[in-house]
């Protein structure tokens, strides 16, 4: 199926289909995982479209178009992991050139900024974003990208897109929505103005923990145009096999979305009515500062949640380490379960002053709701809350 004839068709249809169609030469039904690293031309530039597999791949154009439909982009880049996706869209800027940036970002995204980008010339402003006023006092005249995620990993907080998007806007810069946590089968930024979305794929497109990949979504054909070049030129590109087992984790994201919402409201009510539990970041509850502002432009909550327990960071580690069916890891999105503790696992790289300044405690814990039976998720945390206290 094209891209360009499946518009009135539903989101899980498009999960299904976009992108693909059975192989002419067998019917097979999968995508083939095309192990080629170029293809045979029959004279000097005469070819069938495909030259070399670091500049284009059937297995990746399968994916890429199935991606763009998801969000409801024009055009569609894989790469190897979300790094790498977002470092192409900051390698699209020169030096002298400033970003606006949120101040709860994925820990990596922050070092790729400060340490890799910043040696550059390209410099960063992390503000909160869910402030316009605080995002708009950090503009400069060399201001060329306001950057968030939303909801923001791992404080959860809400970022109003259409109002940044139109801030942005009004003075000439671009608006890039990392889109994560959300995934497209419940919010969709180009719709809502941004410019661009990024994604790390690793995450809910994939849904199944075994492949690192990334994505850039965009509308605008010249903007398509400068990151095709550098998907070539600089070659962080996903393999085949990645591009098939991305292509096989999206058919379900539908499915495994509205299971993961269900899911993580489930436990978001039952963390909020813990007497041992301080606070819970969820923009699903009514208590959660971006409520009103998710609800407005995202058709489900997600299955992401992080909290505080009572008591000191010695608990909240303990805690962390007493789950038995949450598995103690990094990353996000997988169908099952997992819990972290951001200050030393994936916002370790982010200095202490800093994180503490945006809200990220040493204490936090967060929690990616995986697609298990909800009642051994609740009791799994309650067991590990009940052995944090008791130390056994
Ligand atoms: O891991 P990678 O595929 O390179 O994606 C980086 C990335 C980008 N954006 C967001 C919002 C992310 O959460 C991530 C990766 N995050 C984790 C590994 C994590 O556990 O938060």
Redesign the pocket.
Known sequence: MSSSDDKDLGFSTRAVHAGQSPDPATGAIMTPVYLTSTYVQEAPEKHKGFDYARTVHPTREALQKNLASLEGAAFGLCFA???AA?STVIEALSSGDHVVCGNDL?G??YRVFTKVFARFGVTFTFVDTTDLHAVEAAFTPQTKLVWI?TPS?PLLKITDIRAIAKLAHAKKAKLVV?N??ASPALQRPLSLGADVVVH?T??YLGGHSDV???AILVNDEALHKEYKFLQNAVGAVPGPLDCFLLLRGTKTLALRIERHCQNAMIVAKHLLSHPEIATVHYPGLPTHSGHETAKGQMSGFGGMISFELKGDMERAKRMISSCEIFALA???GGVESLI?HPASM?HGSIPREERLKAGLTDGLIRLSVGIEDAADLTADLDRAINRSLTGK
């Open positions: 992991s979300g790094m977002t994925y990596g995204t995620e990993n990392d994560t946590f790390s690793t995450k690192v990949g990334g990094e990353s996000l972290g994936t």
